[in-house]
C-alpha cells in the first residue's frame, strides 16, 4: 500500500512533523524503531520497539482512539532511564487520527515501581488476567 492509502488524513505527517520540532532544537541523535530492554535484577523481564527517542524525550505514536497506553510508556521510560542513566523522562504521545498530543514527565523510580508491580502481578499465581477495555486478550 502506498503511504496516502494508510494515512489518509496527513496524521502521520503530523506526528513526524512534531518530534521533528522537538529534536531540532537539540544536538541530540533521534532513535526510531529501536529495541528497548528493561531488566530488572540485571536479567532481562521485557522489551518493547519505541517509535522516536533523543535522550530524555519519549515519542510513541497511536493511530486509533487514545486509550490507556501508560503502562506501555513506563516500561520504555523505565529501560530508557537504566540504558542512559536518566532519573526522569518526558513521554509524548501522538494521536495521528486526533492529532493531539499526551506529555508527562516520569521520574524512574515511579516508572520502574509500576513495571515492577505489573511484572510482580504476572508471576502472582493466585492472580487471573483480566480483559481491559479494547484489546480483549487476557
Not at 503502562?71 to 540504558?83: G, T
Not at 513495571?115 to 508471576?123: A, C, F, K, L, M
Request: net charge negative; glycine share 6%; proline share 1%.
Amino acid at each position: 500500500m502506498k503511504n496516502q492509502e494508510l494515512d489518509t488524513n496527513g496524521g502521520v505527517e503530523w506526528a513526524a512533523d512534531y518530534v521533528m520540532e522537538r529534536v531540532s532544537g537539540s544536538n541530540e541523535r533521534l532513535e526510531v524503531e529501536t529495541r528497548v530492554d528493561y531488566e530488572r535484577d540485571g536479567t532481562l523481564v521485557t522489551f518493547g520497539y519505541l517509535d522516536a527517542y533523543f535522550t530524555g524525550h519519549l515519542f510513541d505514536l497511536k493511530t486509533g482512539m487514545e486509550r490507556d497506553y501508560i503502562p506501555q510508556m513506563l516500561v520504555y521510560a523505565a529501560a530508557l532511564c537504566q540504558r542512559d542513566g536518566l532519573d526522569q523522562m518526558n513521554v509524548y504521545l501522538l494521536y495521528s487520527e486526533s492529532r493531539v498530543v499526551s506529555h508527562m514527565e516520569v521520574t524512574r523510580e515511579v516508572a520502574e515501581e509500576v513495571v515492577n508491580s505489573i511484572i510482580d502481578g504476572v508471576d502472582d499465581f493466585e492472580k487471573f488476567p483480566e480483559k481491559c477495555s479494547y484489546c480483549k486478550w487476557c
